[in-house]
């Protein structure tokens, strides 16, 4: 017993400055600001958009800095499912300075009619605009270098889309029963 004991003690004491230097979780929070809702790190003094609220309507402009108690932090993505069915969403403003736009960020918002991809995104999610069926043109930016999964499908209107030489990879159905 006294082994058993005296072994768990020893590798405690080896294991505790292992544990103790690393962080169980990223110091971060979240905010709302007209109706969006902000994740930010504290560490990174980055902010990715969270999550929307589905009744949110007309033109929506996310901003390049958010401000909590005194700090602020860049927005540097849209994140999975941030404007997930905010189908009274006619248009959205993404700042310079966000670098993806993430898996069905703007999935079936289906009033969707105008949207700026600045340069500087690199990736645009799986499903990212699937059946943003009001869409009718989008402009690429070169920086862009992968379009995910049936980013763009089901944009029943779509009738024009501009593809800069730079991007690398278009992945299955990106443009899927894109009729238009």
Not at 28 to 37: L, P
Not at 149 to 173: M, Q, W
């Given at each position: 017993?006294k082994?058993?004991?005296l072994?768990l003690?020893?590798?405690?004491?080896?294991?505790l400055?292992?544990?103790a230097?690393?962080?169980?979780?990223a110091d971060?929070?979240?905010?709302?600001?007209?109706?969006?809702?902000?994740?930010y790190?504290?560490?990174?003094?980055?902010?990715?958009?969270?999550?929307?609220?589905?009744?949110?309507?007309?033109?929506?402009v996310?901003?390049?800095?958010?401000?909590?108690?005194?700090?602020?932090?860049?927005?540097?993505?849209?994140?999975?499912?941030?404007?997930?069915?905010?189908?009274?969403?006619?248009e959205?403003?993404?700042?310079?300075?966000?670098?993806?736009?993430?898996?069905?960020?703007?999935a079936?918002?289906?009033?969707?009619?105008?949207?700026?991809?600045?340069?500087?995104?690199?990736?645009?999610?799986?499903?990212?605009?699937?059946?943003?069926?009001?869409?009718?043109?989008?402009?690429?930016?070169?920086?862009?270098?992968?379009?995910?999964?049936?980013?763009?499908?089901?944009?029943?209107?779509?009738?024009?889309?501009?593809?800069?030489?730079?991007?690398?990879?278009?992945?299955?159905?990106?443009?899927?029963?894109?009729?238009?």
């Open positions: 017993m082994k058993s004991i072994s003690l020893c590798i405690l004491a080896f294991a400055p292992f544990v230097a690393t962080p169980c979780f971060t929070g979240e905010t709302t600001i007209d109706q969006i809702t902000y994740r790190d504290t560490e990174t003094g980055e902010a990715t958009v969270n999550d929307a609220d589905e009744s949110i309507s007309g033109n929506a996310i901003p390049g800095t958010i401000e909590v108690g005194g700090q602020k932090y860049k927005v540097t993505s849209v994140g999975d499912y941030a404007f997930f069915y905010c189908s009274r969403l006619t959205i403003t993404i700042p310079e300075g966000v670098t993806s736009i993430r898996e069905h960020a703007f079936y918002c289906s009033s969707l009619k105008e949207i700026t991809i600045p340069e500087g995104v690199t990736s645009i999610g799986n499903s990212a605009f699937i059946s943003c069926d009001s869409l009718i043109e989008i402009t690429i930016p070169g920086s862009v270098a992968s379009i995910g999964d049936y980013a763009f499908a089901h944009c029943s209107n779509l009738k024009e889309i501009t593809i800069p030489e730079d991007v690398i990879s278009i992945r299955n159905g990106a443009f899927f029963n894109c009729t238009g």
